[in-house]
């Protein structure tokens, strides 16, 4: 991408300089989301403001989604707190270029949740050393919110069979064989279904892509 | 080292980003994850659809004083909980379950041992040693069984796997690993029901030994 730039005769003059990233960057730049620009500016400015825009924007949903799965209001409220003081401590873990500030908040809420149903410790991967590259790579961040952004249109588009499996899939503290005693359906039925909104999720995303 | 040719199934991924999985497999996916960035990868696509699930969830409110209980929290001084990283040839989550400590072999004869993790109603995961060109002793299993190799590799009869690889054995594997040449095999093993050995621990001894 950048040779294509560098190859343009107005890119000429500036080979010879500082880069004059005035001139090279479109106008028009896709935006990041926001939430990311939210958890990023928690990140590398301690930004209490924007700590406060993701409490508002996520805080509510987090109690929606714990809540879906059978925990009771008030211990659901508590782990709400539990999860938004995780993203403010551990913020400088978050990097935009490997998941997206939704996918990032979801893991935390989920290993929270989970330990607190089991009254043990999830095991969690070794978090990946950060790499030696300092400079953000804007387009890379933009391709994951834009897939963000992309799944959320395709959960729209799926049966509501289908959404529903998935939910319960993501939501519940239920395996797939729970999943069928609760729903009355074979397991067979319930696997093929959450595979086919898999797929069907995939579809979509490759169509967006 | 030769690259990770056995992975976590499709189905048992979806089920650790959910977090259904029984912890002794979870540890061995997380362990698994840990050296493999494919397996990372696909790990975070299912957090992203979980990160659009969460998303698109309807709001419940929270009560008023929750934003300002947690804005007031923030620059309380916090007791970190204890981070393991990997140390040689342990992943993260192995070092977790150890406790930072070395693992403490019991021998099984001939040269195996091993090293409980853990063991509750919902499985057992422990650290088998295996010295080279040494069988595994021939053993079934009641359930799953997940080997993820650290060190080393061993063959059977379904193949070779060798640093990262995950064998999943069902009820109807009847193998017999051996290590192959060279180092001795580490693997870290999970199952949700004791294994069943076919020889070398005569079967009324497996209590003893708690496999």
């Given at each position: 991408m950048m040779e294509t730039v560098l190859e343009h005769p107005l890119a000429g003059p500036a080979q010879t300089g500082p880069p004059q990233t005035g001139r090279a960057v479109p106008v028009q730049a896709p935006q990041m989301s926001q939430a990311t620009v939210w958890l990023v500016a928690v990140r590398d400015q301690r930004d209490k403001d924007a700590f406060g825009d993701l409490f508002d924007y996520f805080a509510p949903r987090l109690k929606g989604f714990i809540m879906r799965s059978g925990t009771g209001a008030a211990q659901a409220e508590e782990i709400v707190q539990d999860v938004m003081l995780t993203v403010w401590r551990k913020a400088?873990?978050?990097?935009p270029h490997r998941a997206q500030a939704s996918a990032w908040i979801y893991q935390i809420a989920r290993n929270r949740q989970i330990d607190i149903i089991r009254k043990e410790s999830r095991p969690i991967p070794d978090e990946l050393a950060q790499g030696p590259e300092a400079e953000p790579d804007a387009s890379q961040i933009l391709a994951f919110d834009q897939e963000a952004e992309q799944l959320k249109t395709a959960l729209d588009l799926l049966q509501p069979d289908q959404k529903e499996m998935i939910e319960k899939a993501y939501l519940?503290?239920?395996t797939h064989q729970e999943i069928s005693v609760q729903t009355g359906l074979p397991l067979g039925t319930v696997k093929s279904r959450i595979r086919l909104g898999l797929n069907r999720l995939r579809r979509e995303l490759k169509g967006l892509r | 080292m030769s690259a990770i040719t056995h992975h976590i199934p499709e189905d048992m991924m979806a089920a650790y980003a959910a977090g259904t999985l029984p912890h002794p497999y979870a540890m061995v996916v997380a362990a698994h994850i840990s050296l493999c960035s494919e397996c990372r990868a696909a790990l975070g696509a299912y957090h992203a659809v979980g990160g659009a699930l969460l998303e698109k969830t309807a709001n419940i409110a929270v009560t008023n004083s929750l934003k300002s209980n947690v804005m007031a929290m923030l620059e309380a001084p916090v007791q970190p909980k204890p981070v393991y990283d990997s140390q040689g040839i342990y992943p993260g989550p192995v070092m977790e379950a150890l406790q930072g400590r070395s693992p403490r072999w019991k021998t099984l004869g001939m040269g195996v041992k091993q090293s409980i993790l853990s063991e509750t109603d919902s499985g057992s995961v422990r650290l088998l040693y295996i010295p080279a060109g040494q069988a595994v002793p021939d053993h079934s299993h009641n359930g799953l069984e997940l080997t993820l190799v650290l060190q080393g590799s061993f063959s059977d009869e379904t193949g070779r796997f060798g640093v990262g690889d995950v064998e999943i054995g069902d009820e109807d594997l009847e193998h017999t690993p051996i290590a192959d040449a060279g180092d001795a095999c580490i693997c870290l093993a999970a199952t949700d029901a004791p294994l069943r050995f076919n020889a070398f621990v005569p079967r009324l001894l497996q209590p003893f030994f708690r496999i």
């Amino acid at each position: 991408m950048m040779e294509t730039v560098l190859e343009h005769p107005l890119a000429g003059p500036a080979q010879t300089g500082p880069p004059q990233t005035g001139r090279a960057v479109p106008v028009q730049a896709p935006q990041m989301s926001q939430a990311t620009v939210w958890l990023v500016a928690v990140r590398d400015q301690r930004d209490k403001d924007a700590f406060g825009d993701l409490f508002d924007y996520f805080a509510p949903r987090l109690k929606g989604f714990i809540m879906r799965s059978g925990t009771g209001a008030a211990q659901a409220e508590e782990i709400v707190q539990d999860v938004m003081l995780t993203v403010w401590r551990k913020a400088a873990m978050f990097d935009p270029h490997r998941a997206q500030a939704s996918a990032w908040i979801y893991q935390i809420a989920r290993n929270r949740q989970i330990d607190i149903i089991r009254k043990e410790s999830r095991p969690i991967p070794d978090e990946l050393a950060q790499g030696p590259e300092a400079e953000p790579d804007a387009s890379q961040i933009l391709a994951f919110d834009q897939e963000a952004e992309q799944l959320k249109t395709a959960l729209d588009l799926l049966q509501p069979d289908q959404k529903e499996m998935i939910e319960k899939a993501y939501l519940g503290d239920l395996t797939h064989q729970e999943i069928s005693v609760q729903t009355g359906l074979p397991l067979g039925t319930v696997k093929s279904r959450i595979r086919l909104g898999l797929n069907r999720l995939r579809r979509e995303l490759k169509g967006l892509r | 080292m030769s690259a990770i040719t056995h992975h976590i199934p499709e189905d048992m991924m979806a089920a650790y980003a959910a977090g259904t999985l029984p912890h002794p497999y979870a540890m061995v996916v997380a362990a698994h994850i840990s050296l493999c960035s494919e397996c990372r990868a696909a790990l975070g696509a299912y957090h992203a659809v979980g990160g659009a699930l969460l998303e698109k969830t309807a709001n419940i409110a929270v009560t008023n004083s929750l934003k300002s209980n947690v804005m007031a929290m923030l620059e309380a001084p916090v007791q970190p909980k204890p981070v393991y990283d990997s140390q040689g040839i342990y992943p993260g989550p192995v070092m977790e379950a150890l406790q930072g400590r070395s693992p403490r072999w019991k021998t099984l004869g001939m040269g195996v041992k091993q090293s409980i993790l853990s063991e509750t109603d919902s499985g057992s995961v422990r650290l088998l040693y295996i010295p080279a060109g040494q069988a595994v002793p021939d053993h079934s299993h009641n359930g799953l069984e997940l080997t993820l190799v650290l060190q080393g590799s061993f063959s059977d009869e379904t193949g070779r796997f060798g640093v990262g690889d995950v064998e999943i054995g069902d009820e109807d594997l009847e193998h017999t690993p051996i290590a192959d040449a060279g180092d001795a095999c580490i693997c870290l093993a999970a199952t949700d029901a004791p294994l069943r050995f076919n020889a070398f621990v005569p079967r009324l001894l497996q209590p003893f030994f708690r496999i």
